[in-house]
């Protein structure tokens, strides 16, 4: 039994917010049957209120305390994954809070991995609303550290659990229709969820036409703050090459099997090849280089094939123009 827990536990009581670590990435935490301690997740966040959040739970066994007419479907995907980087939207119980579910039907359900918080839920028994410990919009934080200078005094305890293992969000999944749809890609590959289904996911996209895309006209999502531009690597080299000759200083983030020893930026990041180490490491990347350092961050776009499908969702949300 850890100290850290049993305070944790006497804030989540009180209502009071808790920063937990995920495998995933760090979620900031309120008892998700206490309307106010969950509205003080969206004043601290930024967030609008009709956002709805993910209840974590500690397992398959309190589905039934959350949701109603679960399919059969949601147990085997819950059997298979959980606990992991797997949300499950369904039908929510009545006594789920507008709050937690946004004004919807439905609930967000989930058991995450990390085993300080799986402890913290298995005691706690009830369900824990968490989004990412995040200000509405930014990078999501995968150290506890991040959760910190985001959020300073405003969280009064933060569970440091290590760096997160696996660094994007979970995939989510609805499964309130007769087709199964993929919402958000994540942690399992949508490939793992289709073959235990025995069935296809519908994705629901919103369709990213726009060549340049301004910030807080498209859903900007998971942005650092610093411009940052995607592309294929030649055409970022010339970029770079161009701005620092207009005097600016520029980030390359490339691929590491396409850097060479001449970096054209002021300052080149190599990014692992493999899309699950590049997305352990990709928000903690971005946050190390949008400190102000740096006016414009250059990152090469990943291939565009199924097993980046997670990290380009979230590329694609963080990216201010392309440029390719
Ligand atoms: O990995 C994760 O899922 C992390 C960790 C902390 O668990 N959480 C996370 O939460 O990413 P958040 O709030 O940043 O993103 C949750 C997403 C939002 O896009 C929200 O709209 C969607 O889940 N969501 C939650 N409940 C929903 C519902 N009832 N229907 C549709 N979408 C829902
Ligand atoms: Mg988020």
């Not at 917010?17 to 760090?26: F, G, K, M, N, Q």
């Not at 397992?59 to 059997?79: H, S, T, V």
């Not at 629901?204 to 999502?221: E, F, I």
């Amino acid at each position: 039994m850890t100290p850290l827990i049993d305070e944790a536990l006497a804030l989540l009581r009180a209502g009071k917010l808790v920063a937990i670590p995920t495998e995933t990435v760090y979620g900031l935490a309120a008892d998700a049957a206490n309307p106010q301690a969950v509205a003080r997740i969206f004043a601290v966040k930024g967030r609008p209120s009709d956002h709805p959040v993910i209840v974590h739970i500690a397992g398959a066994a309190q589905l039934d305390d959350w949701a109603r007419e679960i399919p059969e479907a949601a147990r085997k995907l819950a059997e298979a994954f959980w606990p992991g980087p797997l949300t499950l939207i369904l039908k929510r119980q009545p006594h789920v809070s507008d709050a937690v579910t946004g004004g919807q039907d439905t609930v967000g359900l989930r058991a995450p991995a990390h085993p300080l918080t799986h402890e913290l839920l298995a005691r706690f028994g009830g369900g824990l609303a968490a989004p990412s410990a995040n200000k509405f919009g930014h990078v999501s934080p995968t150290t506890a550290e991040h959760v910190c200078k985001e959020f300073g005094d405003a969280v009064p305890l933060v569970l440091d659990g290590g760096p997160c293992t696996v660094g994007v969000e979970s995939t989510i999944v609805s499964l309130v229709s007769d087709t199964p749809m993929l919402l958000r890609p994540g942690g399992v590959p949508r490939e793992a969820i289709e073959a235990v289904l025995g069935q296809k996911l519908e994705h629901h996209q919103k369709p990213q036409t726009a060549k340049m895309r301004v910030s807080g006209l498209l859903d900007s999502h998971y942005a650092p703050r610093t411009t940052l531009v995607t592309g294929s690597g030649e055409r970022l080299r010339e970029e770079a090459l161009r701005l620092r000759k207009n005097g600016e200083r520029v980030a390359l983030i490339a691929l590491e099997i396409t850097v060479s020893s001449d970096c054209p930026a002021t300052h080149c990041e190599s990014m692992p090849a493999t899309p699950v180490d590049y997305a352990r490491a990709l928000y903690a990347t971005l946050r190390k280089l949008d400190t102000g350092e740096f006016d414009t961050l250059l990152l090469e776009s990943p291939p565009a094939t199924p097993e980046w499908l997670a990290v380009n969702d979230r590329l694609l949300r963080a990216t201010h123009w392309r440029l390719d």
